[in-house]
């Protein structure tokens, strides 16, 4: 019997493959598709993607941001290189939307937001992700509550691991496992 290290390789090898390429990997017994995008946040600089649109008087006191309001319209890769990525090559799509600082206590925000594929295996098709992200926790997860194209009437869900947050750029990695609707 191999070890828990030996074990441990083959799925090490596996997730490094596939954060490389924006590839589908379906479950052959429930249709459940996982792959991987980073979702590049760009809030500072000459080109930010994430602009806030809306305040409430007590913002700017908040440790949380509470009452912050972001739009955003942010690459979304399959890579998670930080420097300049928000123009690389490899962007596959955009996570447009909004999210919305709703949370007193600690770093937590409403995510509402579309990821349009714009090249790709899913060129065409979106999804919409909507749910609490805790920005501070090590893994967020999140539902997908729909799609169009490859995607219409998807259900599933995201976890989100932050990458980096730097430099006027957060970069977080977003697991997608989605299952879209039977065909007729």
Partial sequence: MAG???????????AAAAAMLLAP??????GLTKFKVYWHDVFGGKSPTAIRIAQAASTN???TFFGAVVAIDDPLTTTSAVAGSARSKDEVGRAQGTYTFADQRTIG????????????????SG?????????????????????????????GYVEARTISNDNGESVVEYTVFVKPAAAA
């Fill in 61 to 63: 006191s908040s440790s």
């Fill in 109 to 124: 925000c409403l995510m509402n937001m579309n990821f349009v594929f714009t090249a790709g295996d899913y060129k065409g």
């Fill in 4 to 14: 828990p290290k030996a074990a441990l390789l083959p799925l090490l090898c596996a």
């Fill in 127 to 155: 999804l919409t992700i909507y749910g609490r992200n805790e920005v501070l926790t090590a893994v967020r997860e999140m539902s997908i509550v729909g799609g169009t194209g490859k995607f219409r009437m998807a259900r």
């Fill in 25 to 30: 990997s379906a479950a052959a017994d429930d």
